[in-house]
Structures are given as structure tokens and as C-alpha cells.
């Protein structure tokens, strides 16, 4: 079974700081996929990673993949209350299956 | 953009009553939907894989006389939990594979909770 960890699980910082949060996984996969979740809500997509050296960045999120290290960050920048929430990576097999990270919970104090 | 309308989003049920919850991809086709669980302040657990036409294949320690999977079309797979206890109450959450690829689109989810 491919286990996928994050680190750190949680995370409390101030407005308009930096952090970096990371994603292991165990086997060979060449998707991953970032995730915010709110309380009580479902999933909300934030990136798709497809290959090796991918960067994608969304606002305050800049999300890269590397494969062979089968490491992907998730850098937050200059945070605002409103990046409030878990986030999640998650990877797929070759099966499209997916398994998620343990999650991160992210709180953004004034 | 992709659809997935999950249904109900809330249900309280009693102890050894069955519950059914629907998943439908609303603009698309999915081939292959999955069904997650989710216990507070916990990850996404993989449940079982749905393929239409064909049994689930449920992941290692899943019941899946507790935990039946029907995926009757493109469009519809439903997770109905039988004789449900209260260790089962927790957020459940489908997702649908698009025909393109590799998108995948989650559904709203549901809040079980069994009394």
C-alpha cells in the first residue's frame, strides 16, 4: 500500500510569514495532488503535479513535485487569516486509487 | 467544470438501521468512483473503488457485507451501510474519475451519525 506522510501535522503561524509544508510518499507515483479542506466541507482542489520539477502557484500557494526524492512542498506565502484550514496531499497509484496524507492543520493568527 | 452531487449531506440514523448514500456525477461520465472515510481531525481513508458494471474492489479491512457498493451506471454509485453502529458514524466522501484522465472531482460528502 503507497503511505503518504505530511508534515507537520500542525502548524500555527502569524500573518505574513513564510512556511513550507511537505509531502513524502513511498513508491513511485507521477501524481500528486494538493487539497484545502474546511471544517465540515469536502474537498477543495488546489494543484495537480504530473511530473518531475512541476511548479504550480495559485495566490499565496506555490506547490512542486519531485519525483525522484518522492517529495512534493506546498510553500505558503506571506499568510493571511484566511489560508485557515487542513491541508491535504494525496498521490495515485497506477490503479487511479488515491491515498492521502496525514494532513496538516494550518491556523493563521492575526 | 465536473459535477459530483453527494447525497444526503446530513443523516442521523438508529443503531441497526441501514443508511444509503448516493454519488452522482452530474456533467460527466465516470467510469470509476471511490468511496472515502473520514473521522474527525483524521485523514481520507480509501474505502473501496467502484467500477460500473462491476463489483467494488474494497480496500484491506473494509466489511464489504457492511459496506455495500453499487455502481448500476456512468453517473451513480451508492455506499449503503447496513446494520450501522455508532463506530460507524463519520464524514464519508465520494469521488468520481472523468473520462479525461486524470481529474478527479469530489463530492460534498456525508455527516453520518448513528445513535
Known amino acids: 500500500e503507497l503511505k503518504v506522510e505530511q508534515n507537520p501535522l500542525f502548524l500555527s503561524m502569524q500573518e505574513g510569514k513564510n512556511y513550507t509544508i511537505y509531502c513524502n510518499y513511498s513508491?513511485?507515483?507521477?501524481?500528486l495532488y494538493w487539497y484545502r479542506q474546511d471544517p465540515g466541507k469536502s474537498l477543495e482542489s488546489l494543484f495537480v503535479?504530473?511530473?518531475?520539477?512541476a511548479v504550480k502557484q495559485e495566490g499565496r500557494l506555490m506547490a512542486s513535485l519531485d519525483t525522484k526524492a518522492r517529495l512534493s512542498t506546498l510553500h505558503i506565502t506571506a499568510a493571511v487569516h484566511d489560508l485557515s484550514a487542513t491541508y491535504f496531499c494525496?498521490?495515485?497509484?497506477?490503479?487511479?486509487?488515491?491515498?492521502f496524507g496525514t494532513g496538516t492543520s494550518l491556523t493563521v493568527i492575526p | 467544470g465536473a459535477v459530483v452531487s453527494q447525497h444526503p449531506s446530513r443523516v442521523i440514523c438508529k443503531s441497526g438501521t441501514s443508511v444509503k448514500i448516493e454519488c452522482r456525477s452530474l456533467?460527466?461520465?465516470?467510469?470509476?468512483m471511490f468511496w472515502y472515510r473520514q473521522f474527525p481531525k483524521q485523514s481520507l481513508m480509501l474505502m473501496a473503488t467502484?467500477?460500473?458494471?462491476?463489483?467494488?474492489?474494497?480496500e484491506q479491512g473494509v466489511e464489504k457485507d457492511k459496506f455495500l457498493i453499487n455502481h448500476a451506471s456512468l453517473t451513480l454509485s451508492t455506499l449503503t451501510v447496513t446494520s450501522a453502529h455508532p463506530e460507524d458514524s463519520s464524514f464519508y466522501i465520494c469521488?468520481?474519475?472523468?473520462?479525461?484522465?486524470?481529474?478527479?472531482?469530489f463530492g460534498s460528502g456525508t455527516r453520518l451519525t448513528v445513535v
Open positions: 503535479l504530473l511530473s518531475n520539477g
Open positions: 467502484s467500477n460500473e458494471g462491476s463489483k467494488a474492489t474494497y
Open positions: 494525496a498521490v495515485a497509484n497506477t490503479g487511479n486509487q488515491f491515498y
Open positions: 456533467d460527466f461520465q465516470a467510469t470509476t
Open positions: 513508491t513511485t507515483s507521477d501524481r
Open positions: 469521488s468520481a474519475l472523468g473520462s479525461a484522465g486524470y481529474g478527479y472531482t
